[in-house]
């Protein structure tokens, strides 16, 4: 289970900074790396198990906590092309800044310690973090899938759904940082359809014989992560309420969003956004999500959408 501890160092992600900054595809180091942590992990898999415990087990060996081994080492390796702004330019152009004096030296320490990298991944930026999300809360939807597909009274994929919800609004989102994240969800989900592809559909991932458990074939992350892993693309809603960052995020960030619509307009970001119009699939987690922002049961991210901010 997540813990309060590792959930104090959840990172926040600023997108817009980074645009124009062109990053190599990391997909091919992550695959490598995450091979080398699913193969070991199916190796100690005992062989008695049942697959939908294989697979709890190989999701859990990827990084169960935020800020997980497999985040810090991407961290600290120099093989991952990575975006991480200093902290002057946080301060003075971050959408997270309040860009006065009352806040500077609680600002600097939040940028030292909270801002998270960006890399690219099959084309799509996303926040480290996000990683860290689809391992870890991609575990806890699993488990609350099984247990809710066993009680047999609930829709077993809103049960798991209900698990990402309840963290945004409270220990994971809205109490830490101030953020419901939108893209944390959906990194989320398909962590979760990892889960499930270990065991079910026409060709599992997880296959059984004589000798234990073997995997069919090798891992591609860039099969779940998806445009909407990007909080520039797919927006957050941001509270102004107290937080454990101390930070509040609302007025800050509608106050400097509109600074960046000339970057929205260049063809670096046209470009990326175009290509993930192409790309994009609505999972069965937006369009759940889609249908609680509809009845107001969750926050409407749209004032901080910046494609309406920046409307011609």
């Known amino acids: 289970m997540v813990t309060v501890s590792s959930l104090c160092f959840c990172g926040e992600v600023d997108h817009y900074l980074s645009w124009g900054q062109t ?16 193969n070991s992990t199916v190796r100690s898999l005992p062989k008695d198990c049942s ?50 004096s009352k806040w500077s030296q ?40 099984r247990i809710s597909k066993k009680a047999g009274n609930v829709d077993p994929i809103e049960m798991a759904i209900k698990v990402g919800i309840t963290g945004e609004k409270t220990v994971i989102g809205r109490m830490v940082t101030g953020v419901f994240s939108y893209a944390d969800l959906e990194a989320n989900f398909q962590g979760f359809l990892f889960g499930l592809d270990m065991c079910e559909g026409v060709d599992p991932f997880l296959q059984h014989s004589k000798n234990g458990w073997k995997f069919s074939r090798p891992f591609d992350i860039r099969s779940y992560v ?49 290509y993930y119009d192409s790309i994009q699939s609505r999972s069965e987690s937006v369009i759940h999500l889609d249908s609680l922002i509809s009845i107001k049961e969750l926050p409407d991210p749209s004032l901080f959408n910046i494609k309406i901010i920046c409307v011609d």
């Open 23 to 38: 990053l190599e595809d990391a997909s091919p180091i992550l695959n490598v790396k995450l091979n080398e942590i699913i």
């Open 51 to 100: 697959c939908k415990e294989a697979a709890g087990m190989v999701l859990s060996g990827l990084g169960v906590s935020l800020n997980s081994n497999f985040e810090k080492w991407i961290k600290e390796t120099d093989k991952v092309d990575k975006f991480m702004p200093n902290i002057d330019l946080a301060l003075r152009e971050s959408i997270f800044s309040d860009h006065n």
């Open 106 to 145: 609680i600002e600097r320490a939040f940028f030292t310690i909270q801002l998270d990298e960006i890399i690219n991944v099959g084309g799509v930026y996303l926040g480290l973090d996000k990683l860290s999300h689809f391992s870890g809360s991609g575990y806890l939807y699993y488990q609350a899938y």
């Open 226 to 274: 998806n445009p909407n892993w990007d909080e520039s693309y797919n927006p957050s809603f941001y509270f102004d309420g107290l937080n454990l960052m101390l930070m509040p995020k609302s007025t800050p960030a509608l106050n400097n969003l509109p600074a960046f619509c000339n970057d929205f307009h260049s063809s670096f970001v046209q470009d990326l956004f175009q």
